[in-house]
C-alpha cells in the first residue's frame, strides 16, 4: 500500500483570466507535517481546496490517500477523518462552545464523550457554556481547532492556525500536532508566520503565483540553496595561521566588538571549523547559527523575482 497522502500532478486551476494554480506537482507522505508556504495570492488556499475536494483542478490530477477527493464515493467516510481549519473560521455567536462542537460533531459522525476532551485539550473547558459572541479572538482559534481535531484526524489542514494564539497556546497547539503525527496523521500547516515553525515540520512546500519554487525537507532546502551560517565565537582565538588561511577555503571571517570572530561559510564546514575551534583553549563561547526557514523562504522568492525580470528582458529584447 503506498504510503503517500496526497499527490498533485500538473494541477492547473483558473478563474476566468486568473491563474491561480500553474502546473503543480507535489507529494506529501503519511504522517509527515508539511508547511505550505507563499506570499499572498500564491495559491495556498486554492490547493486547500482541491485537497478537501471543494474545487475541480482545471487540469491535472488530486489524489487524497490514492482518490480523486471531488469524485470518488470512498471520500465520504474520508472525509470525516480529515479535520480543516479554515483562516475565518465563523461560528453562530449565539451558541456556547460546547453547542459549537457538537453542531460540528454531527456534521461529522463523531464521537460525543470527545468533545469535552477536546474542550479541555485547547483550555476551553471553563468556558464551555458560554456564548461564543463573548469569546476572545484566541479563544475562538482555539475552538476552531477544537473541530478539526474532532475524529482523531488522518489529515489535518490548518490554515494559519497561531493567529490570535498565545505562546503557551501555541506551544500547546505544535505538542499536539506532534501527537497527532505519532499516531500516523499527516498535517499540513499554512502559515505566513514563519519563525517557530520549522522544529515542528518535516517539510517545506514554498508556492509563488501558482508555482511551486521549492519542497523538500528544510535539510535539503537548506542545501540546495547553499545559504551560509555563521559561527559566532567569544574569545580568543590563538591559531592566528589557521584564522587567515580560512577565506581561501570559502570561509568569511570577521573580528567585531574587539571580542568576537564572526565566521560564515556554507552548512557543509561546520564539523570541520568546529572541530578546529575545539583544539582552542581561549575560547568562551560559541554560537551556531543555520540558516533558518525564513531565510530560505527569502532565497527562494528572490531568486523567482530575479528569474523573472531575466525572462521579461529577454522576452523584451527579442
Ligand atoms: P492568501 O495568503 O492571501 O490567503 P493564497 O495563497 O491562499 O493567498 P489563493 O486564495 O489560493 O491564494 O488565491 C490564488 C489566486 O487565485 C489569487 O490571485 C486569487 O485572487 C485567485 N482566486 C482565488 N479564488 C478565486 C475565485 N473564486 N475567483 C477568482 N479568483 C480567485
Known sequence: MSSEAIRFDRVAMDFGKVQALDGVSLHIEQGQVVALLGHNGAGKTTSIKMILGILRPTSGTVRVFGNDPANDINMTELRKQMGYLPENLSFYPQLSGRETLQYFARLKDADKQQQDQLLEEVGLLHAADRRVKTYS???????????????????????????GLDPVATRELYNKIEQLKQQGATIILCSHVLSGIEEHIDRALILSAGKILAQGSIEELRKEAQLPMTIRVRGKIANKEW?????????????VNGSQYILSAAASHKISLLHALGQEKNIEDIDINMPTLESIYTYYNTRNKAEGSDRQAVTHDE
Not at 243 to 255: H, M
Open 137 to 163: 479572538k484566541g479563544m475562538r482559534q482555539r475552538l476552531g481547532l477544537a473541530q478539526a481535531m474532532l475524529n482523531q484526524p488522518k489529515l489535518l489542514v490548518l490554515d494559519e492556525p497561531t493567529v
Open 243 to 255: 584564522l587567515e588561511q580560512l577565506p581561501a577555503q570559502g570561509v568569511s571571517t570577521q573580528f
